[in-house]
C-alpha cells in the first residue's frame, strides 16, 4: 500500500510540474510573438481592415472608356444685396436646384439635383471663380442619385467671398463601350507567363541534375561498389591529375578556335568534321563484346583512339557552340518578333560554352581517375601482400595529403589566410598521416566500401542545400546575377536539385533487386544493368515526382519575387507596398488561378503514369 | 566440364552458408540440388557466377577460373551461363519481348544498347525462343500481364537468349503450381537433352529431383551431405538431408 502511494504522489507531482512548464512555454511564447487583442480592437486597425478587404475583392482587372459629365450651378457667396437675374436651367439636361442661390460663407445648404443619370456617383466641388471651368476646384463631398436621377446633399461653403459669381459643379462618370483589360491585368498576366516558365526552366534544371546524382545518393546501388584501398588512392590522384589535364584540354581546344570565332562558316566546317571524325574513331575504340578479346597493341591503339575520340568531340562541341551564339544573335536582330528563338539559340550555346570547360575537366578527372583505379585493381590482383601494403600507404598518404592539401588551399582562399605552412603542408601532412593510417589498418586486398562513403557525402549535401528556403537562396541568386527571374530559375533550380534528387534516390532504393541481379547474370556491364533493370522501374515515379515538382515551383516562384527573384512575387510585393491593394488583388488571384490550375493539371497526369 | 573447389561463403555478420563444398559436373548433365531452406542452395548458384562473391574456393569453367577473372572476362563467362529464378526477375514494366532481348545484353554493341536498340536478327531470335516456350503471342505485352508459368517462360526465353552452355536455375517452379512446374520442368528438360545445355537445378520435391535430374547433390547447412543417383536417395540418405523429423512424401 505504503509502496503504491509513493510513486502516485511523485508522478501527480511530476504531472503537475510538466502543466506548469508547458504554461510557462506558451505564457513565454505569447510573449515574444506579441499575441495582442487590443491591437486587433483597435479602431484605425478595423478600418484599414475593412478598407483592404474591400479593396481585395474588387480586383482591378477591367476597365471602361469614361464619359464625364460636368453640371454647374452658379452660387454667390455671400449674398448680394441685388441678387441678379439668373435663367432658369434647361430642365430636359440635369441640372442643380440651390435654394435662394446664395450663402454666408461656412454656411450649410442643400443642393439638390434632378435628371442625372440613376444610381450614379460623382463629387460635388465649389468653383471660387468666375470660369465655370477654371482649374481650381474644392470638393464639397459626394453625390449619389437614386433610381429616378435625383439625389439631396447637404454642404457647407467655403470661406470664399466674393463679390462675383461663383459656381457649384457636379462631375459625374460614366462607363461607355465594352469592358477592356486594365494595365494592371496586363501586367499581371506577362508576369504570370514570366512565372510558368521560371518555374518550367527551374524543374528542368533541376531534374537533368537530380537525375545523375539520385544514383549517388541511392544505398542498394552504392553500398554494392567496393574497392580495395589501391585503387581507391590511385584513383583519388587521378581525379586532380585529370581535372587539371582537363582544363587546359579545354584552354587549348578554345584557344585553337578563337582565330575562326568570327567566320561562321569555318566553325561550320570545323564542328561537324571534328564530330564525324571523333564518332568514327569511337566506334572503332569502344569496346565491343562481339570482338572477344584483342591483342595487347590493339588495347593500346584502341584508348589512344578513345582520346583522340573524345578531344575530337569536345572540339565540335566548341565549335559548334561559337558557331551557335553568332549565328543565334545575329538571327535575333533580323528575326522582328520572333526573336527570341535566335536569342534562345545564342543563350543556349552560350550556356552550352561556359558548362563545357567544366564538363570537360570533370571527364577529365573520371577517365584518369578510373585509369588509376584500374591499375590499382590490376596490381592489387597481382602483387604480393607485403608489397601492395607498402604501396598502400604510399599512395594512400599521397592521396589524403592532396585532399587535405586542395581542401586547406580552398579554406586558405575564403579566409584569405596567406600563411601557405597553415593552409597547405600543414593539411597535407595531417592528411598524409591519416592516409597512412588507413593503410596501415586495412588489410590490403580488403574491399573497402567506397560507395558508402560517396552515399554519405552526397545525402549530407542534399539535406544541407534542402535546409535552405529557396527564398533565401534567391537573395543570394540575386547577388550572383543580378535581380530578375534568371536569379529565381537559379535559386528555384538549386532546391529542386536537392529535393528531386532525394525523392528519387528513395525510389531507386525502394525498386525490387531481382531484376538487377538477373540482368547482372547475363554479362550485361553496370550502365546496360541500370538502364535495362533500374531505369524502368523508376521511369513512373520519376515522372510523378517531377511534375509534382513543377506544381511546387509554380507555388514557390510566385512568392520568389518577393526577394527580387522575378515572376509575379516583384509585382505583388510592390503593390503591397505601394498600398495599391486592387492592383495587387488582381495579383493574387491571378496566383490562386495559376496554382489550383497546375494541381489540377500535375494531378492528372501524375494519374496517368503511375 | 564445371569444377568447384572447396567453395565457402561467409557472409557478412559471420553466416556460413557454404562450407568447403566440392563436387565437378560434365558438361551436359542434368544436376538437381536439394536441401532444405536456408541450406545455402541459392548461394551456390550464385557463386557460381559470381552474383555473390565466395569468399574461398574456386569455380572452374571449361578451363577459365571464374572466382580469379577481371570484371571483362567474368561478363564474357557470364554470357554463356543462363540463369532462371525462383521469382522469374522480370522487368515488370518492359515488354516481353525486351525482357528476353536483356539475355542479348552481353553480346550486342554497348553504345546502341544503351538507347533500346537491338539488331534485326537479335529481334528475329526473341521471337523464335518465345515461339519456342509456346508464348510468342505474348511479345509485345507488358511482363507483369502474364500469369506465373507464362512469367517463368519468359525466364527461360531470356536464358536462351545468351547461346548459354550451361543454365543455373533457382528453385525455378517454387512458385508455381504442380501441373505448370511440370511444363517448366520439361523446358529445361528439353534444352538440356536437345541443346546438350548443362543445367544446374536446385529442387523442392524429391519426384521432380526423379523425373527429370541425372545426378544430385545435397546441401544441409553448407556442408555437402549427398552426392549421387536420384534413385540412391532412400530413407536413411533422405534423413540425413532433411533432418530426423522429416516425413517422406514425394
Ligand atoms: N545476403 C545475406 N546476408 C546474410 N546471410 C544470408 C544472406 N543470404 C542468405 N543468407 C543466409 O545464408 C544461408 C543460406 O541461404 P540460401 O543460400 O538463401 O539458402 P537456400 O537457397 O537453400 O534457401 C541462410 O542461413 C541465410 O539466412
Ligand atoms: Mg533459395
Redesign the interface.
Known amino acids: 500500500m505504503e509502496k503504491k502511494t509513493q510513486p502516485s504522489i511523485w508522478k501527480s507531482l511530476r504531472l503537475g510540474l510538466g502543466i506548469l512548464a508547458v504554461l510557462v512555454v506558451y505564457a513565454y511564447g505569447f510573449q515574444v510573438t506579441k499575441v495582442d487583442l487590443a491591437e486587433f480592437r483597435k479602431e484605425s486597425r478595423q478600418d484599414s481592415r475593412i478598407r483592404v478587404m474591400r479593396a481585395l475583392v474588387k480586383p482591378d482587372i477591367f476597365e471602361f472608356d469614361q464619359e464625364e459629365f460636368t453640371v454647374f450651378a452658379p452660387i454667390y457667396v455671400p449674398c448680394p444685396n441685388q441678387m441678379p437675374q439668373i435663367p432658369p436651367p434647361d430642365p430636359n439636361q440635369p441640372y442643380l436646384v440651390i435654394p435662394s442661390q446664395c450663402g454666408k460663407p461656412n454656411q450649410s445648404i442643400q443642393v439638390e439635383g434632378f435628371n442625372f443619370q440613376p444610381n450614379i456617383k460623382g463629387p460635388i466641388f465649389f468653383v471660387p471663380s468666375s470660369d465655370p471651368n477654371a482649374s481650381l476646384a474644392l470638393q464639397r463631398g459626394n453625390i449619389e442619385t437614386d433610381s429616378q436621377g435625383h439625389f439631396l446633399i447637404t454642404i457647407r461653403l467655403p470661406n470664399r467671398p466674393s463679390e462675383e459669381v461663383q459656381y457649384l459643379k457636379v462631375v459625374t462618370r460614366r462607363n461607355v463601350g465594352l469592358p477592356r483589360f486594365s494595365q494592371t491585368a496586363k501586367d499581371t498576366w506577362d508576369k504570370i507567363i514570366e512565372t510558368i516558365f521560371l518555374a518550367l526552366l527551374a524543374t528542368t534544371i533541376g531534374t537533368l541534375f537530380s537525375l545523375p546524382i539520385s544514383f549517388f545518393a541511392a544505398r542498394n546501388l552504392m553500398k554494392e561498389v567496393k574497392s580495395p584501398l589501391t585503387s581507391i588512392s590511385l584513383a583519388a590522384l587521378g581525379w586532380p591529375i585529370g581535372i587539371a589535364l582537363g582544363l587546359n584540354a579545354a584552354r587549348l581546344i578554345q584557344s585553337f578556335l578563337a582565330p575562326w570565332r568570327h567566320q561562321s562558316p569555318a566553325s561550320l566546317v570545323l564542328g561537324v568534321g571534328s564530330a564525324l571524325a571523333g564518332t568514327l574513331l569511337l566506334r572503332w575504340a ?5 570482338r ?2 584483342d591483342n595487347r597493341s590493339t588495347k593500346m591503339l584502341r584508348t589512344v583512339a578513345q582520346l583522340a575520340g573524345l578531344v575530337a568531340w569536345v572540339l565540335a562541341f566548341f565549335a559548334l557552340s561559337q558557331l551557335g551564339v553568332k549565328v543565334g544573335f545575329s538571327l535575333a536582330s533580323h528575326l522582328g518578333r520572333f526573336a527570341f528563338l535566335g536569342n534562345f539559340i545564342g543563350q543556349l550555346s552560350d550556356v552550352v560554352t561556359v558548362l563545357l570547360t567544366p564538363a570537360v575537366a570533370l571527364a577529365g578527372g573520371a577517365w584518369v581517375g578510373s585509369l588509376g583505379g584500374e591499375l590499382g ?1 590490376k596490381w592489387n ?1 597481382t602483387l604480393p601482400a607485403a608489397v601492395l601494403k607498402l604501396l598502400n600507404s604510399l599512395f594512400s598518404a599521397f592521396a589524403m595529403a592532396t585532399l587535405f592539401g586542395l581542401l586547406g588551399w580552398g579554406i586558405g582562399w575564403l579566409y584569405e589566410i596567406k600563411t601557405i605552412a597553415y593552409t597547405l603542408f600543414y593539411p597535407a601532412a595531417v592528411g598524409a598521416v591519416l592516409g597512412a593510417l588507413l593503410a596501415l589498418f586495412t588489410q590490403p586486398k580488403q574491399p573497402l566500401p567506397i560507395g558508402l562513403v560517396i552515399y554519405t557525402l552526397t545525402r549530407t549535401l542534399l539535406n544541407a542545400v534542402r535546409s535552405i528556403e529557396a527564398l533565401i537562396m534567391a537573395i543570394v541568386a540575386v547577388i550572383w546575377v543580378g535581380i530578375g527571374p534568371f536569379a529565381g530559375v537559379l535559386a528555384l533550380g538549386l532546391h529542386t536539385i536537392a529535393s528531386l534528387a532525394k525523392l528519387y534516390s528513395e525510389q531507386v532504393e525502394s525498386i ?1 533487386p ?2 538487377i ?9 553496370r ?2 544493368t541500370i ?3 533500374v531505369i ?2 523508376i ?2 515515379p520519376y515522372i510523378s515526382f517531377t511534375m509534382y515538382r513543377w506544381d511546387i515551383n509554380v507555388r514557390m516562384s510566385t512568392i520568389i519575387g518577393f526577394a527580387g527573384g522575378g515572376g509575379i512575387g516583384f509585382l505583388l510585393i510592390q503593390n503591397i507596398n505601394l498600398l495599391n491593394y486592387r492592383a495587387a488583388s488582381t495579383q493574387m488571384l491571378a496566383i490562386a488561378v495559376v496554382v489550383a490550375a497546375m494541381d489540377y493539371l500535375s494531378s492528372a497526369m501524375r494519374e496517368r503514369f503511375v | 566440364m564445371l569444377e568447384v573447389r572447396n567453395l565457402t561463403k561467409i557472409y557478412e555478420g559471420g553466416v556460413l552458408a557454404l562450407n568447403r563444398v566440392s563436387f565437378q559436373v560434365p558438361q551436359g548433365q542434368f544436376l538437381a540440388i536439394i536441401g532444405l531452406s536456408g541450406s545455402g542452395k541459392s548461394t551456390l548458384l550464385r557463386c557460381i ?1 559470381r ?1 555473390i562473391e565466395p569468399t574461398e574456393g574456386e569455380v572452374i569453367w571449361k578451363g577459365v577460373n571464374i572466382t ?1 577473372a ?1 570484371p ?1 572476362e567474368l ?9 532462371v ?1 525462383q ?8 515488354k516481353v519481348i ?1 525482357n528476353v532481348l ?10 546502341w ?2 538507347i ?1 536498340r537491338f539488331s534485326q536478327e537479335d529481334i528475329q531470335k526473341a521471337l523464335r525462343q518465345l515461339e519456342r516456350v509456346g508464348i510468342a503471342d505474348k511479345a509485345f505485352q507488358r511482363a507483369d500481364e502474364l500469369s506465373g508459368g507464362q512469367q517463368q517462360r519468359v ?1 527461360i526465353a ?1 536464358a536462351l ?2 547461346d548459354p552452355e550451361m543454365i ?1 536455375a533457382d528453385e525455378p517452379v517454387a512458385s508455381l503450381d504442380p501441373v505448370l512446374a511440370h511444363s517448366i520442368m520439361r523446358y529445361l528438360e528439353q534444352i538440356n537433352k536437345e541443346d546438350g545445355v548443362t543445367i544446374l537445378c536446385s529442387l523442392h520435391f524429391l519426384d521432380l529431383v526423379h523425373r527429370y535430374a541425372d545426378r544430385v547433390i545435397a546441401l544441409n547447412k553448407g556442408n555437402l551431405v549427398f552426392e549421387g543417383l536420384p534413385q540412391e536417395i532412400d530413407d536413411q540418405k533422405f534423413k540425413e538431408i532433411y533432418g530426423r523429423e522429416a516425413e517422406r512424401i514425394g
Open positions: 569502344v569496346f565491343d563484346p562481339r572477344e578479346q585493381t590482383d525490387l531481382g531484376p541481379e538477373a540482368i547482372t547474370a547475363t554479362g550485361a556491364t550502365l546496360q538502364v535495362y533493370a524502368p522501374q521511369i513512373p | 557466377n552474383l580469379t577481371s571483362q561478363r564474357l563467362v557470364r554470357r554463356k551461363i543462363g540463369m529464378f521469382n522469374f526477375n522480370l522487368v515488370y514494366r518492359s525486351t536483356c539475355g542479348r545484353l552481353g553480346y550486342v554493341n554497348p553504345a544498347s544503351l533500346n525466364g531470356r537468349m545468351q543455373l
